[in-house]
């Protein structure tokens, strides 16, 4: 926090900044685009994340996004970790996040999130980014929905950083969790409808 406050204006608009069109990058559609897969946007669910790149052009595309989508908060994230603290990387991840779901190359239409957010969870906060990983990965086991699967393990996140993280990374993480939910509310209708698709 004191980094946060000692910072100035300036300094922190240009973090924003860079942190935002790190995030807006759309992998999604240049990885699906390199290997000659119809444009997410038009396919599935619409979206330009991993999830649906794995439905429309399959389990190497779907990776591949996942892989760039993380990479490009885990990166910027790590570097304003090692010169500012976990506070200050939290609030450069969620900017990441915010270009990765509302990039301005795209008319602000982007992905969701998750793979943004366990990007930032790895470079930030490690400890609270394996337990999220375990219980993505048991989750999906069982039930085969991303969504599922990504947004119990982000509420834990949420939940376990006010025990163990410092106040503005727990509050970055809780802003974090509510916008993924909102991006997520398509997936919550259809999972309440049992229309959601299974991976």
């Known amino acids: 926090m004191q980094h946060l406050f000692s910072l100035g204006i300036v300094n922190f608009i240009l ?6 069109f790190c995030g807006s990058i759309p992998f999604g559609l240049l990885v699906s685009k390199s290997f000659g897969t119809t444009d997410l946007r038009t396919r599935g669910s619409g979206n330009i994340g991993a999830t649906n790149a794995w439905r429309v052009g399959g389990k190497k595309i779907g990776l591949l996004t996942f892989f760039f989508d993380t990479m490009k908060s ?3 994230v790590l570097v304003f970790k090692y010169l500012f603290g976990t506070g200050l990387a939290a609030l450069a991840g969620l900017f990441v996040i915010i270009g990765h779901m509302f990039p301005v190359w795209l008319s602000f239409k982007g992905g969701k999130g998750v793979a943004s957010m366990f990007g930032l969870l790895f470079a930030a906060t490690p400890q609270t980014a394996i337990i999220s990983a375990l219980i993505w990965l048991v989750t999906f ?11 119990i393990a982000i509420s834990i996140n949420s939940i376990v950083s006010f ?6 990374t727990a509050v970055v993480y809780l802003f ?3 916008l993924i939910i909102s991006r997520h509310m398509d997936n919550i209708n259809r999972l309440r409808n049992n229309k959601e698709s299974k991976l």
């Open 15 to 20: 973090i924003a900044l860079i942190s935002y």
């Open 176 to 178: 974090l969790l509510l």
């Open 141 to 151: 086991k069982k039930f085969r929905v991303s969504a599922i699967a990504s947004l």
């Open 74 to 76: 885990f990166l910027p």
């Open 163 to 168: 025990f163990i993280l410092d106040l503005l």
